[in-house]
T-cell receptor
Framework: DTAVSQTPKYLVTQMGNDKSIKCEQN?????MYWYKQDSKKFLKIMFS???????INETVPNRFSPKSPDKAHLNLHINSLELGDSAVYFC???????????????FGEGSWLTVV | GENVEQHPSTLSVQEGDSAVIKCTYS??????FPWYKQELGKRPQLIID?????GEKKDQRIAVTLNKTAKHFSLHITETQPEDSAVYFC??????????FGAGTQVVVTP
């Protein structure tokens, strides 16, 4: 009964390829995110969707395209992969902030992307 | 936008001693401050959080303090144990719910 699940967990691919990472949450949350964690462990938000609508779009190359078919899914497609895209990509979700729940974010297990 | 600074970047403590990690934030409208623990190869997991209407919160060996005037908040871990070794992240959420993370603190607890 994994709350936030993402696939694949490991992905090794060549430069120039196109790849996708899928994410699903069964928490009933309204908001989903993609975070990138680089080799220095820095966690940086890339995108945020609320009920399938894009609400946060940080400065990310347009080779990265999120897609949310419904509020329980947020997939990340990456075109023309580059060496610098190597990182761990975390999907996450949260319920809209309320007085009781705040904005607690629950992370998936991460997808280790290595571009060679 | 929000900017969160976290110190120190690494912290080595003897088992049984206390560990303190400090963070500052820039947006005075920020209202929610969670702390996450990330063990090697694992996901970040929430360990404690504090909201702007509270100055201090404690959960067993961990506690957080918040000083809204100075715009800083801290994590305190008492009686540290080897399983406390991990990377700890502070974060601040603005009124839109966007969470900005600090750069992380690598805590090493030596027996």
């Amino acid at each position: 009964d994994t709350a936030v699940s993402q696939t694949p967990k490991y992905l090794v691919t060549q430069m120039g390829n196109d790849k996708s990472i899928k994410c699903e949450q069964n928490l009933g949350h309204d908001t989903m995110y993609w975070y990138k964690q680089d080799s220095k462990k820095f966690l940086k938000i890339m995108f945020s969707y609320n009920n399938k609508e894009l609400i946060i779009n940080e400065t990310v190359p347009n080779r990265f395209s999120p897609k949310s078919p419904d509020k329980a899914h947020l997939n990340l497609h990456i075109n023309s992969l580059e060496l610098g895209d190597s990182a761990v990509y975390f999907c996450a979700s949260s319920q809209d902030g309320t007085e009781l729940t705040g904005n607690t974010i629950y992370f998936g297990e991460g997808s280790w992307l290595t571009v060679v | 936008g929000e900017n969160v600074e976290q110190h120190p970047s690494t912290l080595s403590v003897q088992e049984g001693d206390s560990a303190v990690i400090k963070c500052t934030y820039s947006d005075s409208a920020s209202n929610y401050f969670p702390w996450y623990k990330q063990e090697l190869g694992k996901r970040p997991q929430l360990i404690i959080d504090i909201r702007s209407n509270v100055g201090e919160k404690k959960d067993q060996r961990i506690a957080v303090t918040l000083n809204k005037t100075a715009k800083h908040f801290s994590l305190h871990i008492t009686e540290t144990q080897p399983e406390d070794s991990a990377v700890y992240f502070c974060a601040a959420a603005d009124s839109w719910g966007k969470l900005q993370f600090g750069a992380g603190t690598q805590v090493v607890v030596t027996p």
